[in-house]
């Protein structure tokens, strides 16, 4: 089982709705979660984090957090042709030299104008 | 302006030849990791830092080496690269553990 899955996509839906994108983890000692955008042959960058349990609202964006069913979620309303690209959930899980991220392998969203 | 910084952005090389994929940041970060991202397999750590003259392994360490002399440079070395080690190599940095990444430009290497 991979410590972080995401949806690989695609996922399409029209200009104006609600893209909803999920995430996994199995590490139960996870203690903050991430969600990047990153457009083809760019960088990844970071649009919202989580540390609690519940909702997140930045803008159009909300992520979601569910510690005790172990998943994450952003959900993007009004969706708009420039959300179109692959988004990358981001897990921080604590290690023996410290900390590691372990990132999904992201879900591609296209956007239809 | 705050960023990381990768050199070069694209490299071809030959199986064997030793290269060094620069990364510097100037936000007196803390901690610095570099990744490798392949299709469908995401981004993967292949080591990170947690200060001056402390590294550590990630998932991906063989073939690659790192050192962290400065605080704000964290290069990547190739010993020896091989085919399998085409890739696409971001260097990412953090203000403290448990924040986010803000990654450099990326790194094209191909290695034929």
């Known amino acids: 089982q991979k410590e972080v899955e995401q949806n690989s996509g695609p996922l399409s839906v029209p200009e104006g709705a609600i893209a909803s994108l999920n995430c996994t983890y199995s590490?139960?000692?996870?203690?903050?979660f991430f969600w990047y955008r990153q457009y083809s042959g760019k960088s990844p960058e970071l649009i919202m984090f989580?540390?609690?349990?519940g909702d997140k609202e930045d803008g159009r964006f909300t992520a979601q957090l569910n510690k005790a069913s172990q998943y994450v979620s952003l959900l993007i309303r009004d969706s708009q042709p420039s959300d179109s690209a692959t988004y990358l959930c981001?897990?921080?899980?604590?290690?023996?030299?410290?900390?590691?991220?372990?990132f999904g392998a992201g879900t591609r969203l296209f956007v239809k104008a | 302006e705050a960023q990381v910084t990768q050199n070069p952005r694209y490299l071809i090389t030959v199986t064997g030849k030793k290269l060094t994929v620069t990364c510097s940041q100037n936000?007196?970060?803390?901690?610095m990791s570099w990744y490798r991202q392949d299709p469908g397999l995401g981004l993967r750590q292949i080591y990170y830092?947690?200060?001056?003259?402390?590294?550590d392994k990630g998932d991906v360490p063989e073939g690659y080496k790192v050192s962290r002399k400065e605080k704000r440079n964290f290069p990547l070395i190739l010993e020896s690269p091989s085919p399998n080690q085409t890739s696409l190599y971001f260097c990412?940095?953090?203000?403290?553990?448990?924040?986010?990444?803000?990654f450099g430009q990326g790194t094209r290497l191909t290695v034929v």
């Open positions: 590490d139960r000692g996870s203690q903050s």
């Open positions: 990412a940095s953090s203000p403290a553990k448990n924040t986010e990444a803000f």
């Open positions: 936000m007196n970060h803390e901690y």
């Open positions: 830092s947690m200060n001056v003259e402390v590294t």
């Open positions: 989580i540390y609690s349990n």
């Open positions: 981001a897990v921080n899980m604590f290690s023996t030299g410290g900390f590691k991220t372990i």
